[in-house]
């Protein structure tokens, strides 16, 4: 019970600075800010934890236990995923204008 307290606080900061997004312009306004606050927390959280695990070909107690494959995660390899788990969030995986729609 205690962790979902800590992430709905999360969360809920996360909501504050996507609102400020949406008051200043930043980000459109489209009802669905609750829904793109648990997409956005999904890439940043569980996400970039698992490019990285991906980028150092190990698990997460491997890292945890290893000095070496934590040190392979420099401040570049940091900088380098956090700028893509960014770029995805603002222009979204990027599908072309032209690709068609499967409908099901």
Avoid: W
């Amino acid at each position: 019970m205690a962790c979902k307290r800590v992430c709905d606080a999360s969360l809920g900061e996360l909501r504050e600075l996507l609102e400020r997004g949406v008051r200043e312009g930043a980000i459109a306004e489209n009802g669905e800010l609750d829904v793109h606050v648990r997409f956005v927390a999904a890439i940043i959280g569980p996400g970039l934890v698992d490019a990285i695990l991906y980028e150092l070909d190990a698990e997460l107690y491997e890292v945890l236990l290893s000095d070496a494959l934590r040190a392979r995660l420099d401040a570049r390899m940091r900088q380098r995923l956090a700028h893509a788990a960014v770029e995805m969030i603002r222009a979204g995986i990027g599908e072309r204008p032209d690709t068609p729609r499967q409908r099901r």
